[in-house]
DNA sequence: AGGATGATATCC
DNA sequence: GATATCATCCTC
């Protein structure tokens, strides 16, 4: 009997993004031959959620948050930083989850309490922009049949400019999880 | 509290 | 073309 893996399909993804955050929790996300569980991530819908990088319509960085769910945004920040995000939605209607933190399960060495440490700590890059966690042979997220303990809904973070939406409850963590980003 | 450090949005 | 801003992290 061969190890079986319970990649998430395209059906998964093509849910609303606030939904999809939450679900993301506990799921493993391989990368190579990295392995990390979710602890934490935040929703980011379409062009009417002011914090969201939607809020600008579909540009060149962005375009990818239109597209099919279940393809990797990466973009680049703060001159230093990656961010990783999986998008969300049916087709045409934008969403994306940032993934804020997670868990190192296997091969992973360095600090992953953050959008931008655990990008650096998987060596995600914007190599990786585009790609289809479905189909990828190398970027996938599995379905370990873990379930998160206790789950924690807040608001986002570093969005305080986004108005009516800075004080949505679309960030999720694992409750008591050390690699959370903050409390 | 402030600096790093580059892409992008939004002005002139 | 210039500048302000950033879904951040690190050092002081």
């Known amino acids: 009997m061969t190890k079986t893996l319970t990649r998430l399909d395209r059906k998964f993804f093509a849910r609303p993004t606030v939904e999809v955050a939450r679900e993301l929790l506990a799921k493993n996300i391989h990368f190579r031959d990295k392995v990390a569980r979710v602890v934490e991530t935040e929703a980011y819908l379409g062009p009417e959620d002011l914090a969201s990088h939607a809020r600008f319509n579909s540009r060149k960085r962005n375009q990818i948050m239109f597209g099919s769910a279940g393809y990797v945004y990466v973009y680049f920040t703060y001159g230093m930083y990656h961010m990783l995000n999986i998008v969300a939605e049916e087709e045409g209607q934008a969403g994306a989850v940032l993934i804020r933190a997670v868990e190192p399960v296997s091969n992973v060495e360095l600090a992953t309490n953050g959008p931008g440490r655990l990008t650096r700590a998987m060596g995600i890059t914007m190599q990786e922009n585009g790609v289809d966690l479905v189909g990828s042979e ?8 873990s379930v998160p303990e206790e789950i924690m809904e807040t608001s986002r973070v570093g969005i305080g ?4 939406y800075r004080d949505k409850l679309w960030r999720f963590y694992v409750k008591g999880n050390p690699f959370v980003s903050r409390v």
Request: hydrophobic share 35%; no cysteine.
């Open 138 to 145: 190398e970027f996938w997220v599995e379905d370990s049949g």
């Open 161 to 164: 400019y986004a108005g009516e």
